[in-house]
């Protein structure tokens, strides 16, 4: 009798591809109207709605470059650092030329240089990336504080526009994250850098023997990740309408939380862009109950850990049964 109540192999197997293919999706719907029933007359408003879109932004941003990285199987603790780094220097850059399309350039470049280093790094002289990406998280800091002299850069201007200004009602930069999280779907699921990437992640061996070079695509992915990061550090900035050596805080394990619950594990070979995006609006609408509530941000804290540990063993689980 205990026999025929076990589920079969075959049975588990169809429940985790169902899991992979449209978990994240109802788990969205299910918090979604988890959220609309705590707060209805609050959270379903326009200005907390817009407020959650101005918030996400940041995090869906670096959940797009999180997500390139896992899929190829490596990981990135560097983009909160990146994002205090690029954000003192673009503000300063803006303080001395009042360009705004400067300003973003030169955050761009910052992040496109910390990614650099870790590809380097990581591919060339074979370091571990959590140990890389935690040695420059950590000297990206330094610098950001070192840079300011541990002060925050006002005035900062039209960066302020990015999250501020609004086209038909809706933040700029959710125009710019929509356009972002396009590019990447097409490079990750359109293109063959893309199924180098799974390829990787799922098999390194049989992909260097199928002739990928798995250094040059490592190194292209981190490289494009910290543009993406450096476009999230100038947005990051226009949001709390300064450059902060000490922001940036945690945003690295929001993005990977947000990542991870939507498909990618830290094994590689799986995650989408779609599911990172679910993700991130995910936390986003978590992040906004919570704060509704008056929940402190510490326990949020405890609850990212909880995630992250629960997805970790889902991916772990289903992934027996692939």
């Not at 935690?134 to 950001?144: C, D, I, V």
């Not at 990015?162 to 356009?179: A, H, K, M, N, S």
């Not at 779609?274 to 906004?288: H, K, Q």
Request: net charge positive; aromatic share 8%.
């Amino acid at each position: 009798m205990q026999k025929g109540l076990l589920l079969s192999y075959d049975t588990k197997r169809k429940m985790s591809i169902l899991y992979r293919r449209v978990g994240i999706f109802v788990i969205f719907v299910l918090m979604f109207i988890i959220c609309c029933s705590v707060k209805p007359d609050v959270f379903l408003t326009k200005s907390n709605l817009i407020n959650i879109m101005r918030q996400m932004t940041v995090v869906m941003l670096i959940a797009m470059s999180e997500c390139m990285v896992l899929i190829n199987g490596t990981n990135d603790l560097s983009p909160g650092a990146t994002v205090a780094l690029a954000g003192v220097i673009a503000a300063t850059v803006y303080q001395s030329t009042h360009s705004l399309f400067l300003s973003i350039a030169i955050s761009i470049f910052i992040g496109a240089t910390v990614g650099f280093i870790n590809g380097t790094l990581i591919t060339t002289f074979a370091m571990p990336p959590f140990i890389t990406t935690l040695a420059t998280q950590q000297s990206a800091r330094g610098l950001a504080l070192v840079f300011t002299g541990g002060h925050t850069v006002d005035g900062i201007g039209k960066i302020v526009n990015l999250t501020q200004g609004r086209w038909f009602g809706i933040p700029i930069c959710v125009y710019i994250l929509i356009v972002v999280c396009a590019l990447c779907y097409i490079l990750i699921h359109k293109t063959k850098f893309g199924r180098y990437l799974y390829a990787i992640g799922s098999n390194i061996t049989a992909a260097k023997a199928s002739g990928v070079n798995v250094k040059q695509v490592r190194l292209l992915a981190y490289v494009i990740g910290g543009c993406i990061t450096g476009l999230a550090a100038i947005i990051y900035a226009s949001r709390v309408n300064s450059g902060q050596p000490a922001g940036g805080v945690g945003l690295e394990f929001q993005a990977i939380t947000a990542a991870i619950i939507g498909g990618a594990g830290m094994s590689g070979g799986t995650g989408s862009v779609p599911g990172a995006m679910v993700g991130a609006l995910i936390i986003g609408m978590l992040n906004n109950i919570l704060t509704l509530c008056g929940i402190s941000s510490y326990v949020q804290q405890i609850l990212y850990g909880c995630i992250i540990a629960v997805a970790v063993i889902i991916d772990t689980v289903t992934k027996n049964y692939e």
